[in-house]
């Protein structure tokens, strides 16, 4: 069964600390793995993946996919606390009508 | 000037009612999708359209109908709402060169449904 499993849950820091969320996956066919923020509404757009070893970064977040040990980390340096929400990873899948599998999220929450 | 748009926000009904969200999308995309998103945060697939064609159709009650009249609507109908539908749904849409590839969802801000 493809799933998708992130961690921790959930994660307080503080303004200044740096986190990594982590993003492990067991899917056939894997295609790409992406991040996700969602405060309160929709969830927001940060990185697609779909190369092993190829930083994507963007400011402070950045992120790297491990294809042969089927994960992923988004790490965010110099945390402030409008980092603070739910980081979710989505995985997808060749040949699947861009049909995505989630995971739970980690809720981070940044104190000032 | 909002990307994908979803009303109402909020809906609170009773058992055994129907009710309708309705999804729309100005950024010219070919696809959209109903996602459920429940108390855990698990965001879960329901439905996909393609230019107005059923492409995805996972194992949901079918109380549960979507409909497209456009490729830049979607809106899902609910019959004989019941209190495990309670939960949040997002619409989203996705630009899709290929049905090979991935390409990112853009989602609406969600509509929080409440059945007592």
């Known amino acids: 069964e493809d799933k998708v499993v992130q961690s921790p849950l959930s994660l307080v820091v503080h303004e200044g600390d740096t986190v990594t969320l982590n993003c492990s996956y067991e899917?056939?066919?894997?295609?790409?793995l992406l991040w996700y923020k969602q405060e309160k509404k929709a969830p927001t757009f940060l990185f697609m993946l779909?190369?092993?070893?190829i930083e994507k970064k963007s400011g402070r977040l950045s992120s790297i996919l491990d294809k042969k040990e089927l994960f992923s980390i988004l790490n965010i340096t110099a945390t402030q606390t409008g980092d603070s929400a739910v980081y979710l990873c989505?995985?997808?899948?060749?040949?699947?009508?861009?049909?995505?599998?989630f995971g739970s999220g980690t809720k981070l929450n940044v104190k000032p | 000037d909002t990307a994908v748009s979803q009303t109402p926000k909020y809906l609170v009904t009773q058992m055994g009612n129907d009710k309708s969200i309705k999804c729309e999308q100005n950024?010219?995309?070919?696809?959209m999708y109903w996602y459920k998103q429940d108390s855990k945060k698990f965001l879960k697939i329901m439905f996909s359209?393609?230019?107005?064609?059923?492409?995805i159709n996972e194992t949901v009650p079918n109380r549960f109908s979507p409909k497209s009249p456009d490729k830049a609507h979607l809106n899902l109908h609910i019959n004989s709402l019941e209190l495990g539908d309670s939960a949040v749904y997002f619409c989203?849409?996705?630009?899709?060169?290929?049905?090979?590839?991935?390409?990112?969802?853009?989602f609406g801000n969600g509509t929080r449904l409440t059945v007592t």
């Open positions: 989203a849409s996705s630009q899709d060169e290929s049905r090979t590839l991935n390409s990112p969802l853009h």
């Open positions: 899917v056939t066919n894997f295609r790409s």
């Open positions: 779909t190369s092993s070893g």
């Open positions: 989505a995985v997808g899948r060749w040949y699947n009508f861009n049909k995505f599998y």
């Open positions: 950024l010219g995309h070919d696809t």
């Open positions: 359209y393609n230019n107005k064609e059923l492409i």
